[in-house]
């Protein structure tokens, strides 16, 4: 059964930076394209960064371009994201998504992780 | 970057109504589109793949049409459970967008 975890969200001021995790369980987070969605409080959700199945390719939305660094640990079956320099408007709950096989849909979610960006 | 635009933005319905929601895309993007079903508070669920596949588990009254720049998701006999906000993505090309929304509230 696929699980996805994601941890490491909380309080940092703006400039601070913050690591999320995603933790898999169920699959094999190589053998897919994994991605980052953010949902700021009361708005529709933003696509963020994808990872693909090589490991090499990696794409960022241009509010993030920069400043944000997404990575994947095949030994621990994890997908990270490294958030720096954050701002006010980078606050939203980060889901860390699963693609479907051979795409890019994403068909499993984890519960997501509040990152709030505050003085 | 390709941009999508979703109609309506709100829309209000009672049980048992048909439902379309149209995502229409700023450029051609084949059939490479996905909806999404949100409920407050909980993560999204993929609802349709490719534009017109029913992804597993999900009840045959959700169906999804189109390709190149328009597209419909339709609730064939809207249900209680329904009611959430409903989101298009295009998988064409990065950046992946997504629509704004269409939130579904009860009539």
């Known amino acids: ?119 | 970057d390709i941009q999508l635009t979703q109609s309506p933005s709100f829309l209000s319905a009672s049980v048992g109504d048909r439902v379309t929601i149209t995502c229409r895309a700023s450029q051609g993007i084949n059939i490479f589109l996905a909806w999404y079903q949100q409920k407050p508070g909980k993560a999204p669920k993929l609802l349709i793949y490719a534009a017109s596949n029913l992804h597993s588990g999900v009840p045959s009254r959700f169906s999804g049409s189109g390709s190149g720049t328009e597209f419909t998701l339709t609730i064939s006999s809207l249900q209680p459970e329904d009611f959430a906000t409903y989101y298009c993505q295009q998988l064409s090309s990065y950046p992946l967008t997504f629509g704004g929304g269409t939130k579904v509230e009860i009539k």
């Open chain 1, 1 to 119: 059964q696929v699980h996805l975890v994601e941890s490491g969200g909380g309080v940092v001021q703006p400039g601070g930076s913050l690591r999320l995790s995603c933790a898999a369980s169920g699959f094999i987070v190589r053998s897919y394209v994994m991605h980052w969605v953010r949902q700021a409080p009361g708005k529709g959700l933003e696509w963020v960064a994808s990872i693909e199945k090589d490991g090499i390719n990696k794409y960022y939305a241009d509010s993030v371009k920069g400043r944000f660094f997404v990575s994947r640990d095949n030994s621990k079956n994890t997908l990270d994201v490294q958030m720096d320099r954050l701002r006010g408007e980078d606050t939203a709950v980060y889901y860390c998504a699963k693609a479907i096989l051979g795409g890019h849909d994403v068909d499993y979610w984890g519960q997501g992780t509040l990152v709030a960006v505050s003085s």
